[in-house]
């Protein structure tokens, strides 16, 4: 059930869910990078280990790989035992939801229990996982949970009602999570990412210049790498981004932010 | 299963899912009035039958009530074989919503079913009604779908997440099946009622009153009925601009619409 | 400055501001249709009063043709001081903008003084054209205005700033006096036009037969005026609904409503 | 017309319209902490040269106070003329707003050349102030605008239709230079500030500390910098967000976010 790339600590903990190689393990590798003990949460627990293992290794840290099967509410409840059991989950990122086709279905087509798993995990997932982390962050008043959404988050599209209903939802608890939580010290944004996400760019950098980079825009911009390129939003750059989320001052935090990329597929 | 309050009609059916005293109740009876045979469907049958046959023997028309549980797939597809059975299903109207306290809730002690639930009523069954009515649309090139939403379709509310999330996803599935079906010619809109709906207020008008005090705004503002009353929407004034929804020309159709009193507890 | 097509009137007035041959003579028609006496109001006395004639002939209607420049403040106050000197203003609908080219233009090709010219006519026009009549409607606790909007109104587009900019702002009038002024009766609603309107359809039809073709979608279905045609909107259609606004019972108002046609160009 | 507080540059310039003793002065701070060569310009000379002195001595940066109203075109040419002679412009912030009073207007009382000062200093100019510097950003194929809006960016608030025309048109502007600019590589955002900007909190801190703040956010929640405060937003920690919108890689750019305290006047 649960593959533990390093031992337990005492510091807080940065839980992942829905990690697949792009979005989802920038995320994890940056709040490691970062000096937090990180879990890491999906269904497919093979791919998860290599990954908690490659981020352990590169940024020296702990990282945990866990099953979880987001459609299924004991497994959820499992999961967290798990998560829990590493100490105290000050940071929440919720990225999963029930992939769909690349094309539109017709609405004719589409079976009442897919739709159903689809809200499952977008929906009742994050609600589930929420409920097991809430506690412990307001007991302490302070954390952050972050929700990822996307462009189906904000506007009907044809062919998609799957997607786009499960996503509404999630923006909605969101919401609603920040009006009741935030009073008390937890923080909660939802994401919308506006565009597609590819692996991440560039030559790969070591840890110190991958920190480095944070302070010369300029010279990324000079370095021109994807200026009228392929269209997809480098992962890395997306996670500086939820990291930024996560150190804002509780006097000035964002509840809702969209990310798109210069160019490319454009969805909003 | 099925109470039939009248024999079957050659004419197109307006099927109201979720009929309680109130909108439901008016809704069916300005459909009704205008010459549709009436399908109303509910949990409680022993009530709808009394709404339909005071709706029958009060506009004259065929009302049919047809028991129906929207959290469960099986009882809507009963239920809309029996609908189907009565002839074309031009006008779909759903207003079904799972009940939540007037109080806001902690979300801790919100339990995972009772929010699946939530989703199962305000989601999953207006999924599944539009499913069952749409390819007689299509296949006719002409149909109306109206769902009902509410200030918690907009905005997320502190303690309300069941009824924020469900009332999200069903704005969702309103844009998606608009853009899908609208080519094609069905008309599908989204009514945002931004206020508590009270009983229909006033004299007991006869229908031929009714029908007349359309024309007639500022008689009806001199008569003055609640400029500063109760605050509650007149749930008969809200059918009206169902109806209107309903008869708007193809080249001039409404999406998203939102209805709130001059006064009273304002949400949005 | 002022060219009357009839004598005064002891009912209430329906001021149109921005008056061309489609949207602003069909809701004209309409409320004169219905009995009011109307003002129409524009730049080009002219062709007004080929309007007016047209009108009052067909509608048997008072119609008054009042030269308006919407960017000049003295004008507004001028021509309702004639507006005003016919009754009581029980309606106003602002449907004036600068005009701009169908095609994008770069920003850098904007002048300062065009982009203040929308501005004047888009927001300043309308701020000014409802200070006019306000106090007239607060006096008698009720009335009706009604802004036009379009898609620019709620997304930025490239290439159209001076349009966007001049319809977010009026949206946001229109929010701001629903806000002061509906508590008090009057009625203020912004209608979100998404597309572009042509001429009316169709043959041209009596008033009786216009006025009958409102209760019978099917048939007006059934005649198929326009299912897969041009993509443009009946200005006639629209009427209807600028009517409907403005009839909606006070304990269930529309602030704001989207209208947008079956096919054609989508713009939202 | 101004004042230099040190000499000339060939790094980018950050220019900052709308500098109080607030937000405006924490941008420039930052950005001078960050070592651009920033321009603040205001209304208030003698204010702004105590400003430029201020932060160039603390950052042991260079920071030029030149006067600017954005309510009068030619001020904005020839300030701009000043802001182009140091050098290519980076970076412009645009916070210039016509002050209002905080309890809401009778729309009655307000006048119409009042209205359109609101228009011209909110909207106008940040027009002009955009059209000075996008030809140097777009021959570079980089640059970053941010624009500051407000809760009465969303929402019509009775009472403050000059405040929310100026901000809801300023919100378009945003999206229009966006959606023109971004794929030529110009960033452009629009930040809402839902709440009341106070003067920076805690202790003054030494550049090293507020630099080393950053990484960690545990530490400063432990601080319980106003934890159950003020209500107020800190300007600093606001001025980190527009510095890391300025620093957002190119494939994940914000186009819109919020910001509000964890508690305090909430205005969303």
Known sequence: MRSMASS???????????????LGRSIARKFAHEGYVVAILARDLGRLSRFADEIAREE?????AIRIDC???RSIREAFEGVLS???VEVLVYNAYQPVPWHPSNFSDLRVDSFEKSLAVSTVGAFHCAQQVLPGMVERGRGTILFTGCSASLKGIAGFSELCC????????????AREFQPVGVHVAHIIIDGVVGPPRGPPATSLQRALSIGEPQQRNI??????GSGLMDPDALAQTYW????????????????RPLSGPRLL
């Open 8 to 22: 337990s600590s005492s510091k807080g903990i940065a839980a992942i869910v829905g990690v697949g190689p792009n």
């Open 60 to 64: 020296k840290a702990q990282v945990f």
């Open 71 to 73: 459609s299924d509410s």
């Open 86 to 88: 590493l100490g105290f």
């Open 166 to 177: 499960g996503k509404f939802a999630l923006r909605a608890l969101s919401q609603c999570l």
């Open 223 to 228: 370095l021109g790498r994807d200026p009228a």
């Open 244 to 259: 930024h989320l996560h150190v804002q001052d509780r006097t000035a935090w964002t509840q809702e932010i969209d990310l």
